[in-house]
Nanobody
Framework: HVQLVESGGGSVQAGESLRLTCVASGSTSCDHGMSWWRQAPGKERELAASIGIDRSTMYADSVKGRFTISLDNAKTTVNLLMNSLKPEDTAMYYC???????????WGQGTQVTVS
């Protein structure tokens, strides 16, 4: 089992920055990837950014050039640096951890980001 704890959300003005952090603990020794998803009210959850075990990254078109995902050396903490935030970035942001080849992902509890 894997536990995920997210932090760093908050309320900011458009154009400002936030950094989200997700720390994974428990059974994290598998080859894994981590990602950040977001869900705005009334909308489906969508992928914002992901990073693989080889540190390859992928971003949603809507955040490319503004968001940067990174993984620490222990590969258990994933950060999402969000620059030039826009009101449309307002959402609950969720961290996801998955072992390569497993059908069971793990999700954090979410952290709220509000941009006005």
């Amino acid at each position: 089992h894997v536990q995920l704890v997210e932090s760093g959300g908050g309320s900011v003005q458009a154009g400002e920055s936030l950094r989200l952090t997700c720390v994974a603990s428990g059974s994290t020794s598998c080859d894994h990837g981590m990602s950040w998803w977001r869900q705005a009210p009334g909308k489906e959850r969508e992928l914002a950014a992901s990073i693989g075990i080889d540190r390859s990254t992928m971003y949603a078109d809507s955040v490319k050039g503004r968001f940067t995902i990174s993984l620490d050396n222990a590969k258990t903490t994933v950060n999402l640096l969000m620059n030039s935030l826009k009101p449309e970035d307002t959402a609950m942001y969720y961290c996801k951890f998955y072992c390569i080849g497993s059908t069971r992902p793990y999700w954090g509890q979410g952290t709220q980001v509000t941009v006005s």
